[in-house]
């Protein structure tokens, strides 16, 4: 009878495999509710291509100025400007509907007239970034609207010293037709040109995506180990010729192999879907992965290792993925993060994962630049770390010899 | 140790937080016998099996299995051993040809070999001609059928069969001794546990009644009933209990 010790783990990996195959609730978890995450978040942030904000006004002014500060500020097209009255404005504030009120305050005509402009602000918190734009925007009406008084007045004074008589009214329509031509026809003026297609929101989400799918997979995958331990094949696996260490390899191999899978598939579907890759991109994206993989499954060894019911290893896997993916940006950047974060952010996994995956994808750096070859070196590093601590684990344990 | 023991258990002892479980049992198993091994649930059945099984630790004395000891020498021992526990320890979303070839793998055997030996196998438990469905949509019977199989596929000099009819149709139950009383004719050594004492009267030659982690009895099972009278009127039952007490016990 032949002793075939060398492939002993790869038989593991492949039974392992193939359990994953016919475990259709798991496939679907595993390949089809990604994509459908993808496309959902597409449809979500990719359609919103240009700033828009909602500016509420309450005009508690009885002059014309502040009707013709809302008029001004719905003129701009990035606004829409909802009127309020102040105790809506109020009731929506306190429970946080809007975070943003523009308040023109009563006498805001006459402090206009006198040059000097004054709006009020009410927000929840910092009043959120498009209230704070809304407010610029306001803020530089009211300052127009000042400036056009000022000028107004000087040009009635400078009339009045050459001894020349003009009305008062005369002096401020012409004064304001003058603004007005200059507001539309500005000598300042931005052309806007187009230099490529807006940023493929694809290519920002894939890569936390693809961390967070493959942490979570891998990471549950683990439950598989704590069920073999559950249901006495584990110990029946320890009767036989199968040493600790092979058993081991070979639930890594198989892990791996799922997480392969995921992210050929993934990856694959985006390249197809949405022409995002080069040849070379694509490569380079697959060896990272492999690696990212092999950094996670060693993760997913520790929570076998240190989970007694399957229950306990659900459980572990979810928190687990839940702060890493929090802290590690799968969703936002967090590489310019500063303090905690910072810290806790490089701790993580998906930290560098998500790191590697973007400057493939989004800068089309290769697997040699600097940086990239720290995110190797780090997710091999923790790699190591977590074979030696579920190692260590595994013998407190005692699983077999 | 006689030559014709294959088995010797030797002050057996196994502690679990100060409490021992296995408490000095002593007995020997010889070539070709299937040895029952009986008791209430928390006797130490399943406890003195691990320990001979090697994936449990042994506190104190020895077991020597075919000459080698479990103790010093556990993977030598391994090579003479197949276990069938308790549990259906085998994976339900694989075929039957698909686990038995795996364990089969796991023993060491090429993948031809593990074919060979998996279809013999099935064919033995009567299950050649369902080898590739899912062991899932199986009968109890049929996995139990399974269960014992991937035992076998070392070609085991000694077989630990633990419970192996537990929930099983008559008919499954019958095609299980008749494989057992094959494999003995053909020289395995077995050690066989139930609660079923009609199967250890009909199948086995010795019987050990454990209690409370000892043994507290150890003859034929004909010797065993002369105790109470009549041999052929005492059943097994009749001396178990009078060993044993009538107490519930509902440890595992």
Known sequence: ?401 | MPETDFVLVQDLRKAFNGHMAVDGVSFNIEKGEIFGLLGPNGAGKTTTIRMMATTLPITGGDVIIGGHSVHRNPAEVRHLIGVCPQELALYLELSALDNLVFFGRMEGLSKAEALEAAMRNLELVGLADRAKHRVAKFSGGMKRRVNLAIALMNKPELLFLDEPTVGVDPQSRNHIFDTIEGLRDQGTTILYTTHYMEEADRLCRRIAVMDAGRVIALDTPRNLKSRLGDPDKVTLEDIFLDLTGRRLRDAG
């Not at chain 1, 593991?12 to 609730?25: M, Y």
């Not at chain 1, 602000?121 to 008084?149: K, M, N, P």
């Not at chain 1, 390249?271 to 995002?276: D, L, N, T, Y």
Request: hydrophobic share 50%; aromatic share 8%.
């Open chain 1, 1 to 401: 009878m032949g002793r075939s010790k060398a492939g002993v783990p790869f038989v593991i990996a492949g039974k392992e495999l193939k359990l994953f195959i016919k475990d259709t609730q798991m496939l679907f978890f595993s390949l089809a509710l990604p994509v459908v995450l993808i496309f959902l978040m597409v449809a979500t942030f990719g359609a919103q291509a240009r700033f828009h904000a909602t500016a509420y006004v309450v005009n508690l002014d009885r002059g014309g100025r502040g009707e013709e500060l809302v008029d001004r500020l719905s003129a701009i097209p990035e606004l829409t400007v909802e009127v309020l009255d102040e105790a809506t404005a109020d009731s929506r504030l306190a429970t946080s509907e809007i975070v943003n009120a523009i308040i023109l305050p009563p006498g805001f005509s006459e402090a206009v007239a006198a040059g000097r402009a004054q709006i009020e602000v009410r927000r929840r918190g910092a009043g959120g970034t498009e209230g704070q734009i809304a407010v610029s925007y306001a803020a530089a009406i009211a300052r127009e609207l000042a400036g056009e008084c000022l000028v107004a007045e000087r040009v009635k004074a400078v009339l009045a010293g050459m001894g020349t008589f003009v009305p008062g009214p005369t002096v401020d329509a012409r004064v304001s037709e003058l603004f007005a031509g200059s507001r539309d026809n500005p000598r300042i003026t931005v052309t806007e040109e187009t230099v490529g297609g807006r940023p493929e929101p694809v290519v920002v989400f894939l890569p936390g995506l693809v961390t967070m799918v493959t942490l979570f997979s891998i990471t549950l995958g683990a439950v598989g180990i704590v069920e073999e331990r559950k249901k006495g094949t584990l110990e029946r696996l320890m009767t036989t010729r199968l040493t600790r260490g092979e058993f081991l390899a070979g639930q890594w191999l198989g892990t791996l192999s799922k997480g392969l899978l995921q992210v050929v598939f993934l990856f694959g579907l985006a390249w197809v879907a949405f022409r995002i890759f080069t040849p070379a991109s694509f490569a380079a994206l697959l060896a990272f992965g492999v690696i990212a993989i092999v950094s996670v499954s060693g993760l997913g060894l520790v929570i076998a290792a240190i989970s007694k019911t399957p229950e306990q290893a659900n459980w572990i896997a979810v928190f687990f993925t839940m702060i890493m993916t929090v802290l590690g940006g799968s969703f936002f950047d967090v590489s310019g993060a500063k303090g905690a974060l910072a810290v806790l952010s490089r701790l993580t996994y998906n930290f560098w994962a998500n790191d590697g995956l973007r400057r493939i994808i989004v800068k089309g750096e290769s697997l040699t630049s600097p940086a990239i070859l720290t995110d190797i070196t780090v997710l091999l590093a923790l790699a190591a770390a977590s074979w030696v601590v579920a190692i260590l684990f595994f013998r407190l344990r005692g699983d077999g010899k």
